[in-house]
């Protein structure tokens, strides 16, 4: 098994990109972060971007729908993180 082969590519751009709209990261009371981005920024954008910043660093070894919210709390947008850990090739192994 390769967990690396699946990891979502993210460029310098993307990565820096996020950053520059990132206000904060908080987190919830099960450990799961999501993110406050700057007001005026494209939150569907920036959950794409959320998604492949999580998935690039498979940190975090179960799935979850985690959500970027702007600074003012008026917009949110949800999405979905795949930790692609455990069971990715599981079905891949021959039973013995």
Known sequence: MDNQKHVPRLTEVQQKKFE???FETRWTEAGEPYF????????????VLAKKVLESKKE????????VISKSGE???????????FLEG???????
Not at 39 to 46: A, I, K, T, W
Not at 75 to 85: A, I, L, M, N, R
Not at 90 to 96: D, K
């Open 20 to 22: 520059d709209g990132l």
């Open 90 to 96: 599981l079905g891949e192994l021959p039973l013995n």
């Open 60 to 67: 975090i070894a179960h799935d979850f729908t985690s959500k």
């Open 75 to 85: 917009d949110e947008v949800t999405f979905e993180y795949q930790s692609g850990w």
């Open 36 to 47: 406050v981005i700057e007001d005026g920024f494209d939150l569907n954008e920036f959950a």
